[in-house]
Nanobody, 127 residues
């Protein structure tokens, strides 16, 4: 049973940076893809970024491309989301998720493809 715990959220001014972490336990970390999603108040959950087993393949939502970077450290069982140039529209609860079904290179932006989710961490960007 995989468990995911996010951390690193908080309040930041527009233009600032945050790094989110997601610690995984319960299954060999380097054998599944990971994704980050977010949900703002009154909106549907949306894809942010995803990374393959080894970290060699990544995918980003257009809205964060060039500002956010997803990475993973399989030795530490952790996936990260470095967020730079944050804007008020980035305010949301951020969730990490694990995808057990895809192959070693494949990543997907489809939330229904992810099997396990963390509890979320709040990111608030003030203007």
């Amino acid at each position: 049973q995989v468990q995911l715990v996010e951390s690193g959220g908080g309040l930041v001014q527009a233009g600032g940076s945050l790094r989110l972490s997601c610690a995984a336990s319960g299954r060999t970390f380097g054998t599944y893809a990971m994704g980050w999603f977010r949900q703002a108040p009154g909106k549907e959950r949306e894809f942010v970024a995803a990374i393959s087993w080894s970290g060699g393949n990544t995918n980003y939502a257009n809205s964060v491309k060039g500002r956010f970077t997803i990475s993973r450290d399989n030795a530490k069982n952790t996936v990260y989301l470095q967020m730079n140039s944050l804007q008020p529209e980035d305010t949301a609860v951020y969730y990490c998720a694990a995808d057990f079904s895809r192959g070693s290179w494949y990543v997907t932006p489809r939330s229904y493809a992810y099997d396990v989710w963390g509890q979320g961490t709040q990111v608030t960007v003030s203007s």
